[in-house]
Structures are given as structure tokens and as C-alpha cells.
């Protein structure tokens, strides 16, 4: 399956000036996403999946080093997010949804196989596809995201884990949400990145970029419906370890999420390393962009 093109732009090249991007479109799982590709078409492909409230965007600063170092990059924004479609109703974000919309992304590469790496809900997704679909990750990657199992086994038994997670319970709330979010030209969103981050990680030229994308027609409900498919359709993961060789890269300074979840999670996996990294918050791809890149490449060559 051959993607059909969407036309490169100025700020592509400004976003990531060290390589160059590609934007098109790809019919995948019964949407079309968007997606942005670089590097050598016949180059080990990497699939890199950003979380919330986030786009391909996110991942500027690894996109580059990663094509200099060999590799074939693709960056979808996910399914309700920016320029990707944006189905109605909540069961359309469902986590088997998400799963699939990434092998069959893998699939329009001519691929069958890709090293997977997620952030957040990204690595929410990256973990679903290893579990599900073991054949199509060469090797997995993730960012300050648990593992499912690992993550509904704090919140029944660890009350701090809870009430970090308060946000995503309020965001079960019909309209209300969207409301607050979009409130005084997004503040809400601006504080859940700048306000868990340390201070330079996001200026206000990349938060204009964030504000384009929250503001796109239905992207803000289909942004909060992956949360509210989460509560309404449970997933179910699959009990055996995790098959693919697996790393986990996690900032030590999450505010949402607690530290022991980094090491559950790695021992969730067959072939698991865990990769703790101090002083660093939730956002490892913006604050430790380098790091994050070359403990990438270093699994990668594994």
C-alpha cells in the first residue's frame, strides 16, 4: 500500500532543519493518518508515536539524529490528533483501534517488521502493538509509559498513584473538559506542559505549533476520547512478558506518574532493560532529547 501524498511546507523544513521530512497522508485501519517520513526509503524503519497533548511534533528533536545515524523515520500524528482524521464516538479510540492503526502503518512502509519507539500515550500504544503484535516490533522503546498491567495494578493498590491520575478521571466528563481546554487560548494545555516540565523545555514558538494543532476542528474531543475510551473499554492485554527486546527510558521527576511504575513495567518484559534518568521529568523527548536518542540507537544496535 503506497501512502498518497500531502505537500511539504516551510515549517516542516523549520521544524527539523537538519534532514528532510516528508508529509502525506495514509489510509491505515479505516482512517487516514498523517504522517511524516524521512531518511532513506530502504533504511531499518523506526515508528516513533508521541502521546498526549501532543503531534509528530514532539518528536523534532530525534527525528534528525536518528536519519544521520542510518535509520528510515515515521512519525504519524495518531488518530484524533492535528492533521490525522478524527472519528466520532468513543469506541473509535479504543486501544485495540490505536494497535492496529500502527501495524497497518508499518505495513504502508512495505515493512513487516519496525523498531516501535512511544512517549506517554504513544508508549501506551507501542506497548499494545509489542503484546498483540509481537512479529511486527524488531525492537521497543519507551518513554515514561507504563505498561498497562503494570499501571491498573497501582492504581488498585497504591492510593499516591491515584491521585496523580486525578486528570484523567476528570476527563470522563462529558463537554466540560473541552471547555476548560480551550479556555483563555488553551492556558489549561500550555500548564499541563510547561507547568510539569522544567523551564526551557517548551518555548512559546513550539507552544504556537500545539495551539494550531488543539485548535483544528474535533481534535480537542477525539484528543480527550482516547482517555475516555480507556475508562469505557478496558483494555485487555495479553499475560505472557513482553517478547520483543525492550527498553525503558524513564524521567525520574514524573509528576503524573510514580517511579515504581518504570521498574514494574521493565520486569513485565522477556528482554527488559530500564533506563532511569535523574532531574528529568515527564517530557524525556523535549528535556533529554540526546539522551533519549542515543539510548535509542543504542538498543537499536542490540
Request: glycine share 6%; charged share 25%.
Amino acid at each position: 500500500m503506497k501512502p498518497h501524498g500531502s505537500a511539504s511546507n516551510a515549517a516542516l523544513e523549520a521544524a527539523v532543519p537538519s534532514v528532510e521530512l516528508r508529509s502525506s497522508r495514509r489510509p491505515v485501519n479505516g482512517v487516514d493518518l498523517h504522517v511524516v517520513a524521512a531518511g532513506e526509503e530502504s533504511a531499518p524503519l523506526v515508528v516513533l508515536l508521541h502521546g498526549f497533548p501532543e503531534f509528530w511534533y514532539g518528536w523534532r528533536r530525534v527525528i534528525g539524529p536518528l536519519v544521520e545515524a542510518g535509520y528510515r523515520v515515521v512519525v504519524p500524528d495518531q488518530r484524533g490528533y492535528n492533521r490525522s482524521e478524527k472519528p466520532a464516538g468513543v469506541g473509535s479510540y479504543r486501544l485495540a483501534e490505536l494497535t492496529r492503526d500502527v501495524v497497518e502503518l508499518i505495513g504502508t512502509e512495505d515493512r513487516e517488521r519496525a523498531a516501535v519507539v512511544g512517549h506517554d500515550w504513544g508508549g501506551m500504544v507501542a506497548w499494545s502493538v509489542a503484546a498483540r503484535h509481537p512479529e511486527v516490533v524488531d525492537r521497543l522503546t519507551i518513554a515514561n509509559a507504563p505498561h498497562p498491567t503494570a499501571y491498573r495494578r497501582q492504581l488498585l493498590s497504591n492510593p499516591a498513584q491515584l491521585r496523580r491520575s486525578w486528570y484523567a478521571l476528570s476527563f470522563q466528563l462529558p463537554w466540560l473538559p473541552e471547555r476548560v481546554a480551550r479556555y483563555d487560548d488553551y492556558r489549561a494545555l500550555e500548564r499541563a506542559l510547561r507547568g510539569t516540565a522544567t523551564p526551557d523545555a517548551f518555548r512559546d514558538d513550539e507552544l504556537a505549533r500545539y495551539r494550531r494543532a488543539w485548535d483544528r476542528e474535533g481534535a480537542l474531543t477525539s484528543m480527550l476520547n482516547w482517555y475516555r475510551a480507556a475508562a469505557r473499554y478496558p483494555p485487555r492485554m495479553p499475560t505472557d512478558s513482553i517478547e520483543p527486546p525492550t527498553l525503558v527510558v524513564w524521567g525520574e521527576d514524573d509528576v503524573a506518574l510514580v517511579p515504581s511504575l518504570a521498574v514494574d513495567s521493565a520486569m513485565l518484559c522477556a528482554d527488559g532493560r530500564l533506563e532511569l534518568l535523574p532531574e528529568t521529568s515527564h517530557w524525556v523527548p523535549h528535556e533529554a532529547p540526546a539522551r533519549l536518542t542515543d539510548e535509542i540507537l543504542g538498543q537499536l544496535a542490540d
